[in-house]
């Protein structure tokens, strides 16, 4: 079996969406020497705004899911923009919001489903350095959002 980012995504049982649009004034995806800047992706379930609020209506699983979902969205934007995911040397830095209550301190864990996903498909490439952050709230009421820094 070759070992290609697609090859090992396919072994998982996915298959990356077609990249999205921006959803107001921004591109999805910026290069500026050997890095590509992702901007920030919402979750999304049935094509629609994965809406929810840690610690309110929704647990750090769903959450988890959520942020899991994300990181196909964010390959997704990689293979478009770069025509392959084998360019990518690199997953540096992940940085990721959870709609949460004051309350709610597991944002670490929900992005664990982004984090994870990422070293399944790129291996040693896709170890990266990461934020979590909760927030009062993410645009159209996602329960998640994650931005991604790589080196190509």
Not at 31 to 47: C, E, P, Q, R, Y
Not at 71 to 94: E, F, P, W, Y
Not at 129 to 150: D, T, W
Request: contains cysteine.
């Amino acid at each position: 079996m070759s070992n290609t980012y697609l090859d090992r995504l396919k072994s998982l049982g996915i298959e990356l969406p077609p990249a999205g649009p921006p959803a107001a004034a921004y591109v999805m995806a910026a290069t500026s020497g050997n890095t590509v800047f992702l901007s920030g992706h919402i979750a999304k379930k049935d094509g629609k705004p994965w809406v929810g609020k840690l610690g309110k209506n929704m647990d750090t699983e769903a959450g988890k899911a959520a942020a899991r979902s994300i990181a196909i969205d964010l390959m997704s934007t990689l293979q478009n923009h770069l025509g392959s995911l084998d360019k990518v040397k690199r997953i540096t830095k992940v940085m990721g919001l959870v709609n949460s209550t004051d309350q709610y301190t597991e944002q670490h864990l929900v992005i664990n489903g982004c984090s994870e996903l990422l070293f399944e498909v790129f291996g040693d490439a896709g170890k990266h350095a990461r934020s979590a952050f909760g927030v009062a709230q993410i645009p159209l009421g996602a329960c998640v959002e994650i931005e991604l820094i790589a080196e190509i």
